[in-house]
């Protein structure tokens, strides 16, 4: 295989290995979902362009995360208060800790699995409503036919149950499935 | 004190605003503050952003997934972003990209070939701000279908501008790894080793281990594959593959997938323009399903290969693990899944569908209760049950189930149908909480007694029953006929059951024999000649026996734990049946 081929293959390889933590890294960080697949995008160009400075004796993990962060400054930057409405004494305590509670975001993604299916048939129809057919509430306010308070009201509730769930799965508590 | 319990509602409110886009300033004042005072705050807030991201990502997933149905390739979607992208920085590509470029867009009709993309646009094809609605759904597959484009199309390795003179890339010293194929959707999937990735590129010899769920692949020739978990299937080629365990679907509805070839250890099976299933059990053998068309399957043994036989649609064979026999059978799509959507896969409606069509007597699915507490018959307005005291309904991942935590649900009809017969059967799933000594299901005389004989009763032994003790830990199937509250002809299952673990439970009375089926395997068998009693009696769920007034006594054994999915037969089931009302559950990884 030629080198650069090789190399490809390498960094997609590495590159998909680590976007479950970027993409949660990058989704704490930032307020528009949209804008968190556009930064994605950013960092693995920038990642790939600066691909053979990488040291492969070091962590790439480590490294591309240096780039998101740096990618996510420089979009906080320009944005202001878009990127995220929080206050920067806020979003910098949540910044430092986002780097390390995202290494548990491939894990939190198999329990979440592991949950979703634990819903009610009427909550999964929900939660797949919201993020599989219309990604805001008002669109599955009118597709399930409920008032945006009570899908908003509902999502919470579920939401809360996902991560009790989560937290149980990670302690290692079986159940049905 | 766990984390969990410190949520309070107004941060979930907060953080539920903030997912949903809707935070007022005043909200995000309050959220930033809990968040800057709160340590647990913050936790909570980064755990439920990482949860959004995962959810937004599925939702990308879903959204790359329809954009894959499209008539264009992952490839030919990509090259279509690019090309339409301007941007500074071009980078020529070499002419065999061109010429894919070239040929995609001539069978699009869309504008003459551009020689010239962007080097963003090389590999990544977006801006920040461009096209966001149909970047965001291809966003999911497009890195894996970056790796793709520049394997088939050899492109250039650099990510600078290349002068379009400069000398061709020196020939690989060793050929990279084919791609014959795609993982172009799963549900619930789990690998064993390093999982593919949606939009993916699945190479030439590649092993992949499904351990959990569905997933489906479309091979370079455009065949389609839908895998079920277990499976393990290598794929050999762009036309070829080999399954050595597990169940898959084959369509190859497209003119360029005629001829896909699947091995498996004692046959090759043929496409002739179909859509079939193959499955190969744990003990080697073969099966072969033909749902549509027709396929050509030919035993292969050390020996050589045997005569190729053809199936046609509705038709199937079953080839044995030493070969000595090819036996034509009728083709059983319902054990097979034919799609990924919604209702092809859910395993609580394929289950309850696969229950209905075998045509129970009752069906208590517990997914609702009445106001009066009454217990929906699925199969139809008579038998409803009633839940008494505290028996209640708790959602599982198999939709509802029935929690028992001293009540129970009772038919008050006598079931007519088993009155004097040859042959019952009852199926259902139970996950006890602990190790007890409890009734799970009762055919209970209508006497008015403390203590009630039962017709059928199948319980669970103690951990240490100072009575009987071998029946310590064990499940227990009983038949008696007269019915008393002791004796009769009793299963017992080999294996101590365990505490809060899913349990699939068949008890089958089939004329003179009695079958007892945990988890689709025969846990035990014996004969008894005696058909069921033909006095009246009431159905228990839960509990043994009761007081006249209906409440829980001395001998009531009530149950804690959950039961679910509780079916009652007038025939028999057979061992093939038992075994598939296991497996539909099974299918995304419900087994206990």
Known sequence: MALRDQQTTDFVGRMMAVQPRLRAYARIMIYNPSDVNDLLQEVATIGWQKYEQYDASRSFDAWIMGIARNCVFEYMRDQGKRACPLTSEAIELLESEAVDTSTSASDIEQALDICLRKLSAKDHRLVRTRFEQSETNRGVSKLLGLSEATVSRTLNRIYAQLLLCIKQQERGMGAKL | ?592
Not at chain 2, 13 to 19: A, F, H, P, Q, V
Not at chain 2, 123 to 128: A, C, D, S
Not at chain 2, 291 to 298: A, K, Q, Y
């Open chain 2, 1 to 592: 004190m766990s984390q969990d319990k410190h949520i309070s509602a107004e941060l979930l409110r907060l953080c539920g605003s903030l997912r949903d886009q809707q935070l007022t300033e005043a909200e995000a004042e309050r959220l930033s503050q809990l968040l800057t005072e709160r340590p647990e705050a913050r936790r909570f807030y980064l755990r439920f952003m990482v949860v959004t991201a995962s959810l937004e990502s599925r939702s990308h997933d879903e959204a790359a997934q329809e954009q894959d149905a499209n008539d264009e390739s992952n490839v030919g979607l990509l090259l279509q972003l690019l090309e339409q992208e301007q941007k500074a920085r071009p980078i020529v590509l070499p002419p065999e990209t061109a010429a894919v470029s070239a040929s995609r867009q001539k069978k699009t009709n869309a504008a003459p070939t551009r020689k010239v993309v962007t080097a963003g646009q090389y590999f990544l094809g977006h801006t920040l701000r461009g096209k966001r609605a149909l970047l965001a759904c291809a966003a999911a597959f497009l890195l894996g279908a970056v790796l793709i484009i520049i394997l088939l199309t050899n492109a250039p390795n650099e990510v600078e501008p290349l002068a379009e003179d400069l000398p061709a890339e020196p020939q690989p010293s060793q050929p990279a790894p084919r791609v014959v194929a795609t993982l172009i959707a799963s549900v619930d999937a789990s690998w064993q080793g390093t999982a593919p990735v949606i939009g993916g590129p699945l190479y030439q010899d590649q092993a992949l281990a499904l351990s959990q769920g569905f997933a489906k692949l479309r091979f370079t020739n455009q065949a389609e594959v839908i895998l079920q978990a277990p499976c393990t299937i290598v794929p050999v080629s762009e036309s070829t593959m080999r399954i050595s365990r597990g169940r898959m679907v084959g369509q190859c509805y497209a003119e360029s997938s005629k001829g896909f070839t699947v091995y498996t250890p004692t046959a090759r099976v043929v496409d002739i323009g179909t859509e079939f299933g193959v499955y190969v059990s744990d003990e080697g053998t073969v099966e072969a399903h033909v749902f549509e068309g027709e396929v050509s399957l030919t035993p292969i043994t050390e020996a050589g290969e045997g005569r190729a036989v053809s199936i046609r649609e509705g038709g199937a064979r079953l080839v044995s693990a030493d070969v000595s026999l090819v036996a034509p059978a009728k083709a059983e799509p319902s054990r097979f899944v034919q799609g990924m959507d919604q209702e092809d896969r859910d395993p609580a409606m394929r289950y309850a569908e696969l229950v209905k069509a075998m045509q129970p007597v009752v069906y208590y699915r517990f997914e609702s209760l009445g106001q009066d507490g009454s217990v929906r018959n699925e199969m139809g307005g008579r038998y409803a049950a009633r839940v008494f005291d505290q028996a209640a309904i708790e959602s599982t991942g198999m939709g509802n189930a029935a929690r028992f935590s001293g009540g129970y649900v009772q038919v008050d009809e006598t079931i007519q149908e088993l009155s004097g017969a040859e042959q019952y059967a009852i199926a259902f799933w139970v996950r006890p909480d602990s190790v007890q000594q409890a009734a799970l299901i009762t055919f209970a005389a209508d006497v008015e007694a403390e203590r009630q004989p039962s017709l059928t009763i199948l319980t669970l032994g103690q951990l240490r029953d100072e009575l009987i003790h071998a029946e310590a830990k064990r499940l227990r199937f009983t038949h008696r006929n007269p019915p008393n509250v002791a004796g009769g002809m009793s299963l017992k299952y080999a294996r101590p059951y365990a505490a809060a673990k899913w349990m699939h439970v068949v008890g089958v009375k089939d004329g003179p024999r009695m079958l007892l089926y945990v988890n689709g395997e025969l846990a035990a068998e014996a004969d008894d000649a005696t058909p069921m009693s033909d006095i009246d009696f009431k159905t228990r769920i839960g509990i043994n026996v009761v007081d006249p007034s209906g409440k829980p006594n001395g001998f009531s054994r009530p149950f804690k734990g959950l039961i679910d999915e509780v079916a009652i037969y007038d025939k028999a089931i057979s061992k093939a049946e038992a075994e598939q009302l296991y497996r539909e559950s099974s299918l995304s990884g419900s087994e206990p």
